[in-house]
């Protein structure tokens, strides 16, 4: 179960995951983002800018709320402390989220550990996941804490190939949980968010998009891919290389049934959904993913005024992006169906 930043971003949001984790079934490894905007303000305080007071108050409020600041705050502050690097600073934002989970659950009686992904998560010279360091260590790892009910750990952050504290791309809590997905056995990864489901656009930005209930892993695979920010743009290969069913879920409805991504998952045809990326240039890449017969480039191309290409499970035309939202809800409202 991998919980995003809106979903761990305050005390209250922090309970209404944990009911989630109460009710799910065990044994499960809970992977987490940092409270929404902590990882943004690490960043700054990495590069110069010294708001760690702000950035530890904010946790520590959090715990007092959550009546765990006695068993946390020296642990907070330690973890905010210690950090020198600025990939370590970053770092502290998944390391402090995780602290204050794994309190609130054991004051709720639970089974839980705390584990630190940095003991198991790491990425080649590349800056890639070592996939197989990381089935190794995670088995290592896991085996080692013993048999629990609940496993807390954290998304985004590993280590390099010379040890050194590091973090995957941003948005990579999602990576984390299918690598660990795949490195543990897992039968079901689910990815619990601010939106319940895969939409067919960026809901906040085509107020037409609708849930699209299930999707293979190549259509999911190319949506996460051509920019449809709610995946990471490679959370999807370890679920296709493990055989798992990737859930998306929203932890504010946890009653809705989400999106299945999984080969038995009933699955959307013609063209599914529009996303967009924008490019080193600053321009943007509009994509319509997925094939209908008779619809090519040239009709995109056509709808548009921009000149459109042909990509493996998805048509794309390079825009200003000034044209970008307004592209989408062209490209969403003629070809999705
Ligand atoms: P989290 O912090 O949980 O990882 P993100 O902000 O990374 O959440 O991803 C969720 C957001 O992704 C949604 O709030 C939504 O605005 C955006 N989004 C972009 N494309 C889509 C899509 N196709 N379907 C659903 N949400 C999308
Ligand atoms: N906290 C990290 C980020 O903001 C990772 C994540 O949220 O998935 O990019
Ligand atoms: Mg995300």
């Not at 005390?11 to 044994?27: K, L, N, Q, V, Y």
């Not at 190319?222 to 490679?234: C, F, N, S, V």
């Not at 890449?285 to 090519?296: D, F, Q």
């Not at 995109?300 to 939202?325: P, R, S």
Request: hydrophobic share 45%; glycine share 10%.
């Amino acid at each position: 179960m991998k919980f995003g930043g809106t979903s761990v971003g305050s005390a209250a949001r922090i309970s209404a995951t944990a009911d989630i984790i109460e009710a799910a079934s065990r044994p499960t490894v809970v992977v987490l983002s940092a409270m929404s905007g902590v990882t943004n303000a690490l960043l700054a305080i990495a590069s110069g800018e010294d708001d760690r007071d702000a950035v530890l108050d904010k946790h520590l409020a959090a715990a007092r709320e959550l009546g765990v600041e006695a068993d946390t705050a020296d642990t907070l502050r330690t973890i905010l402390g210690n950090a020198v690097t600025p990939a370590e600073t970053v770092a502290c934002g998944e390391l402090m989220s995780t602290r204050l989970m794994h309190a609130v659950l054991q004051k709720r009686g639970i089974d839980a550990v705390w584990l630190d992904a940095t003991d198991f998560v790491s990425v080649d010279a590349t800056g890639e996941p070592d996939i197989d360091a990381i089935c190794r260590n995670a088995a290592s790892v896991f085996s080692a804490a013993g048999e629990h009910d609940v496993y807390v750990t954290q998304g985004f952050i590993c280590r390099d190939e010379k040890g050194c504290v590091a973090t995957l791309s941003r948005g990579g809590s999602d990576y984390t949980a299918t690598l660990l997905g795949e490195a543990l056995g897992a039968t079901e990864v689910q990815i619990w968010t601010d939106v319940d489901g895969v939409y067919t656009a960026d809901p906040r930005r085509v107020n037409t998009a609708r849930c699209i209930p299930g999707m293979s892993y190549a259509t999911a695979d190319t949506a996460a891919r051509r920019g449809a920010k709610i995946l990471h743009p490679d959370c999807i290969r370890p679920a296709m290389r493990g055989g798992f069913a990737v859930r998306v879920l929203d932890s504010f409805h946890p009653e809705a049934s989400g999106t299945e991504i999984s080969p038995t998952a009933a699955q959307a045809q013609g063209f599914v959904a529009v996303a967009s990326t924008v490019t080193p240039a600053g321009t943007v890449e509009v994509s319509l993913i997925g094939n209908r017969e008779g619809v090519g480039t040239a009709e995109v191309a056509a709808l548009l005024g921009y000149e459109a290409m042909q990509g493996d499970g998805f048509i794309y035309a390079t825009v200003d992006a000034g044209f970008a939202d307004e592209a989408m809800r062209m490209l969403h409202n003629a070809f999705i169906e």
